[in-house]
């Protein structure tokens, strides 16, 4: 089952904020906070990155695989908390690794 449109909205308007932009991917979606990717978006799900902030912060929570074959991610299920979902990535943030460069191809 493939995220629907309409989820994506959703998480988009409960974190009401700056920074927050979403990446289709083979019918789901990369979430990325200030340019920094956060999590997954599968199956109608928020999955983030098992950094220590997010650990700390959802600490009795629960790890699922978005995909066959993918690492564990920890499900985030407050996603009606606009307020939490921003501290969670505001959180999270200076411990993601920066984004990879594109190298130009040369023709």
Request: charged share 35%; hydrophobic share 35%; with cysteine.
């Amino acid at each position: 089952m493939a995220t629907n449109k309409e989820y994506i909205d959703y998480i988009a308007e409960q974190f009401n904020g700056e920074g927050l932009t979403f990446r289709p991917m083979m019918g789901e979606y990369l979430v990325y906070y200030k340019g920094k990717l956060v999590g997954d978006i599968c199956d109608n799900r928020l999955l983030v990155k098992p950094v220590e902030s997010a650990k700390r912060l959802i600490p009795d929570a629960e790890y699922q695989l978005p995909y066959e074959g993918a690492k564990p991610m920890i499900l985030v299920d407050k996603v009606d908390d606009g307020e939490f979902l921003r501290e969670l990535f505001e959180e999270m943030y200076p411990e993601l690794p920066e984004p990879k460069t594109k190298k130009k191809v040369q023709q």
